[in-house]
């Protein structure tokens, strides 16, 4: 089992679609990072957060510490949301030496 | 602000070569993370250096060092190339545990 698991690995999504993408984790100390990595590679940080709710604009990520569990929304997706989302937890509380989700591949169709 | 920015952006080596790949963080930030992304193994931490000092080192061979100089500035060697290197070498800076990434360098080991 993997100690960040992530679900769907694959999500097809028509534009304007609400989407959510789930993180459990066994490892890692109170914080959760969400990043998106387009083609290319780059990845950008979307979200980290220790407890309850954070919204970016379409983004909204929450988290539940004592269950292990994030989630991350995508309200009125469009096709430019499509990218890979990774979750990842650190095992340091430095917050460094992140351990990662398979990632989920989205594409949103128009 | 600049991000964080990493030299070479491609590379292409040959077997039992070495190379250095360089990261530069956000000013200011004092830790930096190397990760490597592939296919199979997906993103993996590699290690982690702070103040000059490396904290963290992830389950890599002795083949992959690094070190860190007092403008917080980070180079990662890799020695001996196999095949397997081949990957995008990801760096991030973090500052209070928020971790920025560099866009990667893309290593092909033929």
């Known amino acids: 089992k993997n100690e960040v698991e992530q679900s769907p690995q694959n999500l097809t999504a028509q534009e304007g679609e609400f989407i959510t993408i789930n993180c459990s984790y066994s490892v890692g100390i109170s914080a959760l990072h969400w990043l998106q990595q387009h083609p290319g590679g780059g990845i950008v940080s979307l979200f980290m957060?220790?407890?309850g709710k954070k919204k970016h604009g379409r983004l909204i990520a929450t988290i539940n510490i004592q269950e292990k569990h994030s989630s991350l929304h995508i309200t009125a997706s469009h096709p430019r949301d499509s990218a890979v989302y990774i979750c990842a937890v650190p095992r340091e509380t430095s917050g460094s030496r992140l351990t990662f989700g398979e990632g989920t591949q989205l594409t949103v169709n128009p | 602000k600049a991000g964080v920015t990493q030299t070479p952006r491609y590379l292409i080596k040959t077997r039992g070569q070495q190379v250095t790949l360089s990261c530069s963080p956000i000013?200011?930030?004092?830790?930096v993370s190397w990760y490597q992304q592939t296919p199979g193994q997906g993103l993996q931490f590699l290690f982690e250096y702070f103040s000059e000092t490396q904290r963290n080192k992830g389950n890599f061979p002795g083949r992959f060092s690094g070190r860190q100089f007092s403008n917080s500035r980070s180079e990662m060697n890799v020695s001996t190339l196999e095949l397997g290197d081949s990957a995008l070498y990801l760096c991030?800076?973090?500052?209070?545990?928020?971790?920025?990434f560099g866009p990667g360098t893309r290593l092909t080991v033929l």
């Open positions: 991030a800076s973090s500052f209070y545990n928020e971790q920025f």
């Open positions: 000013s200011g930030h004092r830790s």
């Open positions: 957060l220790s407890s």
